[in-house]
């Protein structure tokens, strides 16, 4: 399984701390996944193949992505820019702004969860 979640990781140019954070699987369990010390609980596979855009049995090897899913790609700045602002120039501590606010915000919410 930790190949494939590996592999997932590579072709969206994430880090395992960035998917820890953005889908609440702590580093810790990746780690004891990757040196086989725990067995992945479905609850969490789940949320790692929502996150990458396949089905739990493709993470699992047992089959192919899912074909009516989109892969989970990282947002840049310049999407960011575009679909807030549309063609305008904004400078980068507007940017920045509206990053800070966004992580605000997915903290709040789970805080509420």
């Known amino acids: 399984m930790y190949e494939i979640f590996a592999k997932l990781m590579e072709d969206h140019n994430v880090t395992s701390y960035r998917v820890a954070k953005d889908t609440g699987v702590s580093q ?13 609980k479905l609850e969490k596979l789940k949320k790692l193949a929502d996150y990458f855009g396949v089905s739990v049995e493709y993470l699992m090897g047992n089959g192919e992505p899912a074909e009516n899913v989109s892969p989970r790609a990282p947002i840049s700045d310049e999407d960011i820019k575009f679909a807030l602002f549309g063609d305008r120039d904004i400078d ?3 940017l920045e702004e509206v990053k800070a606010f966004a992580r605000f915000a997915r903290e709040r919410k789970k805080q509420k969860k």
């Open 92 to 94: 980068d501590d507007v």
């Open 28 to 40: 810790t369990t990746l780690s004891d996944w990757k040196r086989g010390r725990s067995v992945p």
